[in-house]
């Protein structure tokens, strides 16, 4: 199956961050919240209100941090995703 979003929605996968200290070691990530950074996997085509175009200004591939509590979470396939709209995603990391 695919995640096909509409209208300004963008579909995000969590970046696995693992921690490290300074002298290396790696911590595990279970007792901490998930990260707010994400890929961009599919983005729709964008959509408009009072009369403006909203185009999009994020790609598949982009690597982005968003809102906290935004967005709905999706399992598929044993993937978990988010789909999120557009002005829920704060920056995207370079």
Not at 1 to 21: C, F, I, S
Not at 77 to 92: C, F, G, P, R
């Amino acid at each position: 199956m695919k995640l096909v979003p509409l209208g300004d929605r963008v579909v995000l996968k969590h970046l696995v961050a693992e921690e490290t200290t300074k002298s290396g070691i790696v911590l595990p990530g279970q007792n901490k919240e998930k990260s707010q950074q994400a890929e961009v996997i599919a983005v729709g085509p964008g959509t408009t209100a009072d009369g403006k175009e909203i185009k999009m200004e994020v790609k598949v591939g982009d690597h982005v941090i968003y809102s906290q509590y935004a967005g709905t979470q999706v399992k598929l396939d044993d993937e978990e995703y988010v789909v999120v709209k557009q002005s829920d995603i704060v920056a995207i990391v370079e």
